[in-house]
């Protein structure tokens, strides 16, 4: 990675490793704020491991869920029981079960329009300024404590694609995407380079040998979404060995 890099890469053993590791960044991030804690979820397979692990026992009980709320970075406009909707996926797996509902904030890409994409990015992007109480973003208070991101094997990251004009907005919270790149080819909406970077920590998680090309240009700090999502805090990239290119030094 490049020398300015503010990122860190913390390397692990297998899916599992990285799915403990991912739920103590989690539970650290809860245990540091004493207020209220907005999470921002990611959806694809990645996360999957974490979000079953936190409806454990073990992880359960250590989640003050009353005041923990769960956004979603972000959706495709699919109906909200289809399992490729990611915030029914991680409902569920975890939050169905161990969230009140009202904590629960999906974009609402099952009612919204696909045709209009933007109208749901629009309704979403609402949401998350009368949560955070100010339609501006205030670097001294960041609008997430932990961003979960995973990456594409075109190197996206939330549903921003190579060459989409969306990153480069930096007027609105969320956009809709007319194409998405990869399966599923449906519209999307997703959160901003922007509002993902308003957070304490931004946490990666990349597994598997099917990831490492991809890593392999992210490293060489290629010009790709995911190397262009920063956090304005800490950004961290939990990566299992079988993810991690064979010429990657470590850091
Ligand atoms: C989406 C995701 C997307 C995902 C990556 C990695 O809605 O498609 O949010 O950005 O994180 O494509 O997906 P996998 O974890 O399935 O590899």
């Known amino acids: ?10 390397t692990v053993t297998d899916p599992a490793a990285l799915a403990a590791t991912a739920a103590e960044h989690l539970l650290a991030r809860t245990a540091a704020n004493s207020g209220r804690v ?12 974490l979000y079953h692990l936190l409806a454990t026992d073990a992880y359960r009980s250590r989640i003050p869920w009353q005041r923990v709320h769960w956004f979603i970075g972000d959706e495709r406009f699919v109906p909200a029981d289809d399992p490729l909707n990611n915030m029914s996926m991680a ?3 975890f939050l ?4 009140p509902a009202a904590n629960i904030h999906p974009i609402p890409t099952a009612t919204a329009d696909p045709t209009d994409p933007d109208r749901g990015a629009a309704l979403y992007e609402q949401e998350l300024q009368s949560f955070y109480g100010a339609d501006t973003l205030d670097h001294a208070r960041p609008l997430f404590d932990l961003v ?3 990456v594409g094997p075109d190197g996206h ?3 921003l694609f190579p060459g989409d004009g969306a990153l480069d907005e930096t007027a609105r919270w969320v956009v809709g995407i007319a194409k998405a790149n990869v399966e599923p080819f ?10 993902l970077a308003s957070c304490r920590e931004m946490l990666f998680e990349v597994a598997g040998a099917d990831k490492r090309a ?6 060489a700090a290629e010009n790709l979404p995911a190397n262009r999502a920063r956090s304005t805090g800490e950004t961290v990239w939990l990566v299992d060995r079988a993810a991690i290119p064979e010429n990657f030094g470590g850091q």
């Open 214 to 219: 991809i890593l392999t240009r992210l490293f």
């Open 148 to 150: 979960l991101m995973g």
């Open 1 to 10: 990675m490049a020398a300015n890099d503010n990122r860190h890469v913390i």
């Open 38 to 49: 907005a999470i921002c979820l990611t959806g694809g397979s990645s996360p999957k491991q």
């Open 91 to 93: 409902r569920t797996a």
């Open 96 to 99: 169905d079960r161990c969230a």
């Open 186 to 195: 449906v519209p999307r909406v997703t959160l901003t380079l922007p509002t």
């Open 157 to 159: 990251t939330a549903s």
